[in-house]
């Protein structure tokens, strides 16, 4: 008994291809993306002050692949400066995708 034309097993044979080619240049874009964010971070240079805890701000999703624009970038870093002059209020920044980490001195 045959299921599927040997037309439309053709079809689906050549969509499963492309779709592997396409998970493959994926993949490559991916790992050239980390490497890419792997030398940045040996180039970041930032200076602490004693005492002070360091907090890290990440901007993004990695588990959706999402990878905010320039604009949200901006707007994160207004609001972060923002937040550091006001000595009245405490300043609640919040961006879909932010994780901030707070690293303790050792």
Known sequence: ?????????EKMRH????????IQDLEGEVKDL????AELGKKTV?????????LVFK????GKGWIPGEG???ALRK?????K????????????GLDVQKVEKK
């Open 72 to 74: 949200h970038e901006i």
């Open 46 to 54: 930032f200076k602490s002050k004693k005492g002070r805890p360091l």
């Open 15 to 22: 969509e499963a291809m492309q779709a592997k080619d396409t």
């Open 34 to 37: 980390k490497n890419d964010i």
């Open 85 to 96: 002059i006001d000595e009245v209020y405490n300043i609640l920044i919040f961006h879909y």
């Open 1 to 9: 008994m045959k299921i599927l034309s040997d037309k439309t097993y």
């Open 79 to 83: 609001r972060i400066k923002d937040a």
């Open 59 to 62: 901007l993004g999703d990695p």
